[in-house]
């Protein structure tokens, strides 16, 4: 059986997004500045899927701006909000722990070059508390970035609340919506959302396209300097049928988002239920608080890098955390965060379900996952101290 659970790394394109990409490849190639008609069939596209998108969100279609995708759109908020701030000489900004490196990173630069940044914690069920937001605010806090779901455990974020208390203290709110997009329903407008970063691989849509959501009268910096595309805020030909593909993947996700949503729940339950039974396991984050497809596990005793390789010799493409955590032997700092001790945390294994995942694939992943924990216990030192009583158990 061959079972791609890996749809927090990236998605199957849908039909849809491959069909509505075809044409701006092969027929209407034109470049959306040039002024000839079948440069303006291009422009017309553009600004059609830039309404289609913006009413997904409940944006206004002149705050989006396409990107190259999730990455660029958090940089390019982020850095714009310190502008803004260092300007009225507010250089304090708050995120928490578990953000994208997308996000970390940025935010690095930006003490490296003089801000300083409050990284609220998640406790254990990986979520921020909102107290601990208010209390972390400043005179001169400039912006507050928090993710609306976790790409690693799932967990979902007090959003509303969050943008609540940043629009009554006049603080700018950016959040990287990246796993939720497409997903879950959001509204700009009643979740006080002033920035919001999207990426179409994670909908359905094409890779190296995505879209930054600013709110009318936030002043966007530009990363890349250039002609005058996108109102001067991100220069470059815009990708045509990358943003075609975006918007005819992101309309089919939200028109079906209710139905997918249940249905991966559902799953998501049976495939946390099945797991949950392994001796020595644990969910990683909010067992409801959570993205309708993401299941995230510790297991004792086992690192997870053999975990994936075996489970991948049974035809199971799945993840021990973020696609860019693996590679490096450190482990994630989202585990990390919610508590989870540097040996437990390096035995996780994250499962994410596509909209077409069925209950023999759950059932069939739910044991070989079991088969797999139990054969690499088998010949585990570490596991062998542990049952010997020479360490604890801490799962
Ligand atoms: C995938 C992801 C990103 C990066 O998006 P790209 O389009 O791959 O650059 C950023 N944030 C989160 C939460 C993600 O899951």
Redesign the pocket.
């Known amino acids: 059986m061959n079972i791609y659970a890996d749809n927090?790394a990236t998605t199957k394109m849908s039909r849809a997004a491959v069909e509505a990409m075809l044409p701006y490849m092969e027929d209407y190639y034109g470049n959306p500045s040039s002024l000839y008609s079948f440069g303006q069939r291009a422009r017309e596209a553009v600004e059609s899927a830039r309404k289609s998108i913006a009413e997904c969100i409940g944006a206004d279609p002149r705050g989006i701006v396409f990107t190259s995708?999730?990455?660029?759109a958090?940089n390019q908020a982020i850095l714009s909000a310190a502008a803004l701030g260092k300007k009225n000489g507010k250089t304090h900004i708050i995120s928490d722990e578990i953000e994208?490196h997308?996000v970390l990173h940025t935010l690095k630069k930006l003490e490296r070059e003089g801000f300083r940044v409050t990284y609220l914690p998640v406790h254990s069920d990986g979520v921020v508390r909102t107290e601990e937001l208010e209390a972390a605010i400043r005179e001169d806090t400039c912006l507050v970035t928090v993710?609306y779901a976790?790409?690693e455990i799932g967990t979902l974020q007090p959003v509303r609340e969050i943008g609540k208390i940043c629009r009554e203290r006049k603080i700018l709110f950016h959040t990287?919506a990246?796993?939720a997009v497409g997903h879950l329903p959001i509204d700009v407008e009643s979740e006080y959302i002033d920035m919001l970063?999207a990426?179409a691989?994670?909908f359905h849509g094409p890779k190296g396209t995505?879209f930054l959501y600013a709110r009318k009268g936030i002043r966007l910096t530009n990363l890349i300097e250039g002609g005058a595309q996108e109102r001067g805020r991100r220069a470059g030909t815009e990708n045509v049928p990358g943003i075609m593909g975006m918007a005819a993947a992101l309309a089919e996700s939200v028109r079906d988002m209710e139905e997918n949503a249940k249905r991966a729940a559902a799953l998501r339950d049976r495939l946390i239920k099945g797991l949950a039974a392994i001796p020595h396991s644990a969910l990683n984050g909010d067992p409801i608080k959570r993205l309708p497809s993401n299941v995230s596990f510790c297991f004792e005793g086992i690192e997870g890098e053999s975990l994936l390789l075996l489970l991948d010799d049974k035809g199971i493409c799945a993840s021990s955390g973020s696609a860019c955590t693996s590679g490096s032997l450190d482990p994630s700092h989202v585990l990390l965060a919610i508590g989870r001790v540097h040996d437990v945390a390096h035995g996780s294994l994250r499962l994410t379900l596509g909209d077409d995942a069925t209950e023999e694939q759950v059932d069939y992943i739910i044991q070989s996952v079991k088969d797999v924990v139990e054969y690499l216990r088998g010949f585990s030192p570490v596991w062998r101290d542990l049952c010997a009583g020479k360490a604890q158990f801490i799962l």
């Open positions: 927090a995708g999730g990455s660029e958090d994208h997308a993710m976790n790409n990287d990246v796993q970063s990426s691989h994670k995505g």
